[in-house]
């Protein structure tokens, strides 16, 4: 079976870096932990050079001292601040039995889910969320109806089959389970279907975390759409490869990342500017994940400021209707 990080690899050929090992059943190992305070800080051996220092790729000083003083007050969901309905398991399972399951069946992956949150407005952009490696957790799920209540037809995906890990051996061992082209086939199928729908008004943003969000990389690739949205992914291709995009892409990063090094998404920005293509790129002082609020590496101000850009990104791509 081609795993998703292998078909990476396929796709995006001596791109990967050598921390992600290709042959099946030896790159336990060589992970680090995300939830260990000191992932992202000390690998140095894996990243000879990576100190890539810039806080955000592409952007005069000027902008970057501007956007570090954006708003931050807290967005919320059902009146709720966001980050303490994310931080709580019990809020998140409630948020997710508000969502509505729904199926799809494909030629390869035969039949997939994935739950729905519908706005409350006539027609609404379409935003796919790409869950991270631990599979669709209702943390992913609460963010969906978060991005519902925003506006947005938002359909969370589930490429697990349904599982969930609560370990990173269960997580490693799920996400290496997943089979790129059948990855890429629900993606396509998914956001094909959401297009659609009578509710979406054609408009599709493509956002993923970690393992998603170089899943959502791939799916703008394979089904160009109108915005992508990248949190601590991996970013890589060729200028003739990332000619296909259609759409921007946001992406958020950490300078401590271990897994997305900087000098990984220094030569994809480089890539992109080659292909033609906007990439706007912030680079936080954090590591993989932080915008996990149950992670350890997770830091608010960060996260905060990273979801507004968010939010405002998504706004201005995907504009709605204005009559609701």
Not at 81 to 101: F, G, H, I, K
Not at 172 to 196: F, K, M, Q, Y
Not at 214 to 226: F, K, T
Request: net charge neutral.
């Amino acid at each position: 079976m081609v795993t998703a990080l292998q078909e990476w690899g396929r796709m995006f050929p001596s791109s990967l870096p050598p921390v992600f090992n290709r042959s099946p059943g030896r790159h336990r190992c060589r992970f680090p932990d995300p939830r260990d305070k000191k992932a992202g800080m000390h690998h140095t051996s894996f990243w000879p050079g990576r100190w890539w220092r810039a806080p955000v790729v592409g952007e005069p000083a000027d902008q970057v001292a501007a956007a570090l003083t954006e708003p931050t007050a807290d967005v919320v969901l059902g009146g709720v601040p966001l980050a303490t309905v994310l931080a709580d398991a019990d809020r998140c399972r409630a948020v997710a039995t508000t969502l509505e399951s729904v199926t799809l069946t494909l030629p390869r992956a035969g039949r997939v889910a994935a739950v729905l949150g519908r706005p409350d407005r006539r027609s609404a952009p379409v935003v796919i969320l790409i869950h991270e490696w631990w599979g669709l957790t209702d943390q992913i799920k609460a963010m969906a109806a978060h991005l519902a209540e925003a506006g947005y037809f938002t359909l969370a995906v589930d490429l697990m089959d349904g599982r969930v890990a609560t370990t990173v051996d269960d997580a490693v061992t799920l996400s290496a389970r997943v089979n790129g082209a059948t990855a890429r086939e629900i993606l396509v199928g998914w956001i094909d279907w959401a297009r659609c729908q009578d509710q979406s008004d054609g408009q599709v943003g493509v956002l993923g975390w970690c393992f998603g969000g170089g899943l959502a990389l791939m799916a703008s690739l394979a089904m160009p759409v109108e915005a992508t949205v990248i949190y601590c992914g991996l970013v890589m291709g060729s200028a003739d490869t990332l000619s296909a995009l259609k759409g921007p892409l946001l992406g958020h990063f950490g300078s401590r990342d271990a897994f997305v090094p900087a000098n990984m998404v220094s030569r994809f920005a480089a890539g992109m500017k080659a292909a033609g293509r906007e990439f706007r790129c912030h680079l936080y002082d954090a590591g993989h994940g932080f915008a996990n609020p149950t992670g350890n590496h997770h830091h608010k101000e960060e996260t905060r400021l990273a979801w507004r850009r968010t939010l405002a990104f998504l706004a201005e791509t995907l504009k709605a209707d204005e009559d609701p």
